[in-house]
């Protein structure tokens, strides 16, 4: 460890090496100790990226609702990852064609509905941002991507809190 870095950005990165390497049995195990650190911001940060980088990699697969159902149980006192993981499993629903609702993505967080703006494949749900999205960048960018505009995968520059 550098002797100017602060402790605490030592262990985010432990903790997101930690969370990059565990195994399905022990992940929800190592969250609920991720949320134990005295600095609450900075394991819930940890978390949150740990949250977005395991939906991008479930976000076809069946076991992702088991996933979200037990993460949902370990995170259920820390209100801003519960909503961040609603709100990625809000966008799988999008992608994949599950029931949602258009008041649950116009009801969404400016970084979701960046999200869907930018790397969503759904015309329902770009349509929808085009024209109700809450900022102009967010309706500007679901319109560009109807007119077909550049597409942004998931993990490019519009996953950024």
């Known amino acids: 460890m550098d002797e100017s870095e602060p402790p605490e950005h030592a262990r985010y990165r432990q903790y997101l090496q930690a969370l990059a390497h565990v195994s399905d049995e022990m992940e929800l195990a190592v969250v609920r100790a991720v949320l134990t650190d005295d600095d609450l911001g900075m ?7 740990h949250i977005e980088l395991r939906s991008v990699e479930l976000l076809r697969e069946p076991e992702y609702t088991a996933w979200e159902q037990g993460l949902a149980q370990v995170v259920a006192g820390h209100p801003y990852v519960v909503r961040r993981l609603s709100e990625e499993s809000l966008f799988r629903a999008i992608e994949l064609d599950l029931p949602w609702t258009e ?52 993990s490019d520059s519009s996953r950024r809190a």
Do not use: F, Y
């Open 43 to 49: 394991a819930c940060a940890a978390v949150l990226r």
């Open 103 to 154: 008041m649950a993505l116009r009801e969404a967080t400016d970084w979701l509905q960046r999200l869907v703006s930018h790397a969503s494949t759904s015309p329902v749900a770009l349509t929808i941002l085009a024209e109700n999205g809450r900022t102009r960048r967010v309706r500007n960018a679901a319109r560009l991507k109807i007119k077909g505009g550049a597409a942004e995968s998931r």
